[in-house]
């Protein structure tokens, strides 16, 4: 099988061709990415020279490039995407063009070369937030985003499933929470935390640390994905999510692991748009068989450990990361 994965340099791109290469290893895989901030040539460093693999530099709105590369591709992964969500609040337009134009620029691609699957990776912010005693999110939630990066997922959502609706191509979509695990950017929660700490500087946290997230391991969203492009019904969407922890309580694990204390948190103001809770019901994706395999405590403190063992990866990107702007106040996602 021939497997086009967009994005495919960034954080669970790279962890996912990395997992596919692996378990599929009579697949090839063509990943495309822009190499965008969010998009690292050295996360994808152990497996580039797998012969099964090749990278083409390319931007998902480019229409000739992208319906070139799909042909003869059976399956297509699309994870390219604007994600950073404070970005969004600062230039909402990018995200509109990338998220929504270059989604409809790959699926009339889609639609040309016959792709057997295309799979569509979103996110659980389309639905909004919740409050703290709401039931979490699921496939029937109405969509309700709250900010220009979630409200270009939404949009994204809707065109996949205009493609099915409208022409029949074959479609999936995934709405995960949010992943933590190796080779993450730096201006994520958890990597944000941990680099500051193994670099001296306070973790800044928004409010009093009492928004809620579904923290989910990046792997167990590979499996996700890889269940759904095997079993997964065409035209529908399957939530994936972990486990709830507040902000406050990701801070605490993540300074007990490296022997910290609490005068190392800066508590700072809190974005616009900043949603109290996620939270995901599992149970239609259960139900093909998956279940999440890395307990969040577990694998939080494996994470700690590979941002320890790899300065070389998130260094060199330290310039790139964005000063807290409080008067805008933005930082990074949570």
Request: proline share 4%; glycine share 6%.
């Amino acid at each position: 099988m021939k497997l086009f994965v967009t994005g495919g340099a960034g954080f669970i791109g790279s962890n996912f061709i990395r997992y596919w290469l692996k378990n599929h290893p009579e697949d090839k895989v063509i990943n495309m990415d822009e190499l965008t901030y969010a998009g690292h040539m050295s996360s994808t460093k152990d497996f580039a020279d797998n012969p099964n693999y090749k990278f083409i530099k390319g931007n998902i709105c480019d229409g000739e490039l992208v319906e070139k590369v799909m042909e003869n591709v059976d399956k297509v992964v699309h994870f390219a995407a604007e994600s950073h969500v404070d970005r969004s609040v600062i230039d909402p337009l990018v995200f509109v063009k990338t998220n929504v134009s270059g989604t409809a620029t790959l699926l009339d691609a889609a639609l040309k070369n016959q792709v057997k699957r295309f799979h569509h990776v979103s996110t659980d912010e389309v639905f909004g937030q919740l409050g703290k005693d709401d039931p979490p999110f699921d496939e029937n939630t109405p969509y309700k985003p709250r900010t220009p990066y979630a409200a270009s997922k939404a949009a994204s959502d809707h065109l996949v499933q205009s493609y099915f609706e409208t022409y029949s191509l074959p479609v999936t979509i995934t709405n995960c929470s949010n992943n933590f695990g190796p080779y993450q950017d730096i201006e994520k929660l958890i990597p944000r935390f941990v680099t500051n700490l193994l670099h001296g500087e306070k973790v800044p946290l928004m409010g009093k640390g009492e928004n809620i997230r579904d923290w989910l391991f990046v792997e167990d969203h590979c499996r996700a994905i890889e269940l759904v492009l095997q079993k997964g019904e065409v035209g529908q969407t399957y939530c994936v999510g972990g486990e709830e922890k507040t902000n406050l309580e990701v801070v605490k694990k993540i300074l007990q692991i490296l022997g910290k204390d609490e005068s190392q948190i800066e508590y700072v103001e809190h974005r616009l748009g900043h949603d109290f809770r996620y939270a995901i019901n599992s149970t239609k994706i259960e139900q093909l068989g998956w279940r999440p395999e890395h307990d969040f405590a577990k694998w939080l403190e494996q994470t700690v450990k590979w941002y320890e063992d790899n300065r070389w990866w998130w260094e060199p990107l330290l310039s790139d990361r964005p000063v807290v702007d409080r008067e805008a106040q933005t930082s990074y996602r949570q």
